[in-house]
Nanobody
Framework: LQLVESGGGLVHEGESLRLSCTAS????????IGWFRQAPGKEREGVSC????????HYIDSVKGRFTISRDNDGNTVYLQMNSLKPEDTATYFC??????????????????WGQGTQVTVSS
């Protein structure tokens, strides 16, 4: 399964973006998917995850109430809707298959191979 991120951009504080994680080589509905981000000089952190049936979603505390993860299985895509963006959300965002969504955080990626990600920059 290959995953490609898109949808990033430069926005002002308080605006919104929707990131897409589009799959090829397999059906995304068969996998648990997580979103991660990495800001310059910081370690990559888990942001959100969604179970295969979309019955379980988790978020880090800093994005709860602002970000929403969802699936479009027909479109073979997982989305991350980001509202009320803050400068501290500035990072490169990645999606990945994860081993679980729930329990301890972050959700564990099943591979150490990452895509190019999509850059999100929020100006104050």
């Amino acid at each position: 399964l290959q995953l490609v991120e898109s949808g990033g951009g430069l926005v002002h504080e308080g605006e919104s973006l929707r990131l897409s994680c589009t799959a090829s080589g397999g059906r995304v509905e068969n996998y648990i998917i997580g979103w991660f981000r990495q800001a310059p000089g910081k370690e990559r952190e888990g942001v959100s995850c969604i179970s295969m049936q979309s019955t379980i979603m988790h978020y880090i505390d800093s994005v709860k109430g602002r970000f929403t993860i969802s699936r479009d299985n027909d479109g073979n895509t997982v989305y991350l809707q980001m509202n009320s963006l803050k400068p501290e959300d500035t990072a490169t965002y990645f999606c990945a298959r994860v081993g679980r969504c729930g329990g301890s955080w972050p959700p564990p990626p099943v591979s150490d191979s990452w895509g190019q990600g999509t850059q999100v920059t929020v100006s104050s």
